[in-house]
């Protein structure tokens, strides 16, 4: 007999006697309880160090019991609220039987899927404070037809704060709103041909766009220097498309010499950078790496977008482009705006303008750096056989696993409620590089409620060290 401390205040006693392991003898224990109704529909449960402590049984068995009773339906759980007592899971009648339980679909208690940015940090007051006076001081032509390029005000106040903040050199007539990068690369697809260089490591959906648009992507080895742009030549491609800033989802930035050979190689060959500079505004341990664009601004095509520094519902993203390519991209959209809301662009030009989106980055990579240091500090001492890469900037990292583990822990994750990805399915298939196994996990989506947890539930699913 061991006691739980239930919300109400009262002892309850499990008996863990009996056949099995510790989780089955748990699970029988916890059921027998709820079903006498000893634990009463919306009972909250102690946390599992709690619970394990006063066992005497290991974390790992209470988080899997718990997950496996989650799945039956005989409990729930919620981020930042804990585990309790199905209400479902009322006490039977004397004399009724209980039919078998059917395993619910697995639900998403953690999100640490990489890169997504903290909803509720969203800045509301100041977003509408300036939507207000976007809105009174809108010109007449603003609620008409709009123009495929974007409103001139926020393509002028990008140029601006792209050369201030990222080294950007562009004027406001090379300046393209899209919705987002996706967007922006299908536009720019329209206008290359033959092969693209792309990443070993990236997000197999930016792939997809390009062999959509009848393109045949080659990879590129990368390292902790990001892509190795002395492969580029024998390739054949008259793109490449690179994260020179913060390689996705590794985590380096290019190298220096790198950045200048990729340019020449695009002087040389009359080739074309497309430059995704998704996270360029969060550096925390390093100087702020400018874009690869300011080295020559006519064979780069520079994307950024509100996706990561504010939020992707905004459907905002900007295009630098080669005057050469203003034509043709705009083409490509059509002969209106049917992407980008202008209300929604003026909003933001006035947000960039009035100082807002420099405040809310300065408080959205201190709120990130705490994160990133939590996780660090976290996994330093509860899983000192795991290394963390890729931190140094960004919204996510790279866990590095031992060989042959990772689709055992992205399983024992599903088990606990988290959702977060493997490396694996970042590689190209085409890639010479030997599988890495690994976790891509994001520190920016959990409120700051619910960090700690997530992570305690993190280090409940990575493996024992070897």
Request: net charge positive; hydrophobic share 40%; glycine share 10%.
């Amino acid at each position: 007999m061991s006691g739980l401390r239930p919300e109400s205040g009262g002892d309850l006693h499990l008996d863990l006697t009996g056949g099995g392991g510790a989780r089955v003898r748990l699970m029988r224990a916890l059921r027998e309880a709820i079903h006498s109704g000893r634990l009463a529909p919306g009972t909250r449960l102690p946390p599992y160090r709690t619970l394990a402590l006063d066992l005497g049984i290991a974390r790992n068995t209470v988080a899997a019991a718990y997950s496996e009773l989650v799945e039956e339906g005989w409990l729930t759980s919620r981020q930042g609220s804990g585990t309790h007592v199905a209400h479902r899971a009322a006490p039977l009648e004397p004399g009724r039987r209980r039919s078998p339980a059917r395993p619910s679909r697995q639900r998403v208690i953690y999100d640490l899927m990489p890169s997504s940015p903290d909803a509720a940090a969203f800045p509301r007051s100041s977003w509408s404070a300036s939507a207000r006076r976007a809105l009174a001081t809108a010109p007449n032509d603003a609620f008409g037809v709009g123009d495929p390029r974007g409103r001139p005000e926020l393509r002028q106040a990008l140029v601006e704060y792209l050369a201030r903040t990222r080294g950007v050199r562009t004027k406001a007539e090379h300046i393209v709103i899209c919705s987002g990068f996706a967007h922006g690369l299908r536009l720019v697809c329209h206008v290359l041909r033959g092969l693209v260089a792309v990443e070993s490591y990236g997000l197999d959906f930016h792939r997809s766009i390009i062999t959509e648009a009848g393109l045949k992507t080659v990879p590129l080895t990368v390292d902790t220097h990001g892509a190795r742009i002395k492969e580029l030549p024998a390739t054949g491609a008259q793109a490449v498309l690179l994260t020179p800033a913060h390689q996705y989802p590794t985590g380096g930035a290019l190298h220096p010499q790198r950045r200048a050979a990729v340019i020449d190689w695009a002087r040389a060959t009359g080739g074309l950078l497309l430059e995704d500079d998704y996270d360029g505004e969060f550096r925390y341990d390093r100087e702020p790496v400018g874009a690869v664009q300011g080295l020559d601004p006519d064979h780069v095509v520079y994307f950024g977008s509100t996706s990561k520094s504010l939020s992707p519902a905004l459907r905002l993203g900007w295009m630098a482009l080669p005057g050469r390519l203003v034509d043709d991209i705009v083409a490509a959209k059509g002969p209106r705006e049917l992407w980008s809301g202008v209300m929604d662009q003026l909003t933001l030009a006035d947000f960039v303008t009035g100082g807002a989106y420099d405040r809310q980055l300065r408080r959205m990579r201190r709120i990130y750096q705490r994160r990133r240091d939590l996780l660090t500090a976290t996994l330093a001492e509860r899983a000192p056989h795991v290394s963390v890469n890729g931190i140094a900037a960004g919204l996510h990292a790279v866990l590095e696993l031992p060989p042959d583990t990772e689709q055992a822990t992205l399983r024992a994750a599903r088990r606990l409620g988290l959702a977060l990805d493997g490396l694996g399915s970042y590689l190209h298939p085409d890639s010479m590089m030997p599988p890495r196994d690994g976790l891509v996990l994001g520190y920016g989506t959990p409120p700051e409620h619910a960090i700690t947890a997530a992570l305690e539930a993190l280090c409940l699913a990575l493996p024992e060290p070897p």
